[in-house]
């Protein structure tokens, strides 16, 4: 059985995951938030991060799915928080302006989309690649 197919095929949850979403993003999930966490975050591990790069100098070399290498801890941070604000907004209007119709077409698709364990991971390997490479300015 394919279980987001089933739950998102009633019309009262789609509404119920959109009231969720806003009331989520209004008081718990701001962008502000956010970019609070990952300050506190930096705070903790910075002696932690400047022993890493120093043991293992990676910051100029391109590893795993890193499409452009920004030279610094403090760089990659900045890149972190300006890609959250820029993709806040526009996934909070996807799910806002997702009716029952799209969302059950999409799961409908995807659950369509590739047969075998290793395709699908390889799909999503180049995906998320794709979705990087095109993402970067």
């Known amino acids: 059985m394919n ?8 019309e009262k949850t ?9 009331n989520y993003i209004k008081n718990i999930v701001t962008k ?3 970019i609070k ?17 120093i043991r293992w100098d990676i910051l100029n070399t391109k590893v795993l799915l890193n499409p452009v290498l920004r ?4 760089a990659e941070v900045d890149y972190l928080k300006e890609f959250i604000q820029k993709r806040f907004d526009i996934l909070n209007d996807v ?3 997702a009716t029952f ?18 395709d699908k991971k390889s799909n999503k390997n180049e995906e998320f690649k794709n979705f990087l490479l095109q993402n970067e300015e």
């Open 14 to 22: 789609i509404e119920k995951l959109k009231e969720v979403w806003d």
């Open 3 to 10: 279980w987001p197919k089933k739950i998102l095929s009633h």
């Open 101 to 118: 119709e799209s969302i059950t077409a999409e799961v409908e698709r995807k659950s369509h989309h590739g047969h075998h364990k290793r």
């Open 32 to 34: 502000e938030n956010l």
């Open 71 to 74: 030279g610094s801890f403090e």
């Open 37 to 53: 966490f990952i300050n506190e975050k930096i705070t903790q591990i910075n002696e932690s991060q400047r022993l890493n790069f």
């Open 95 to 97: 799910v806002k302006n």
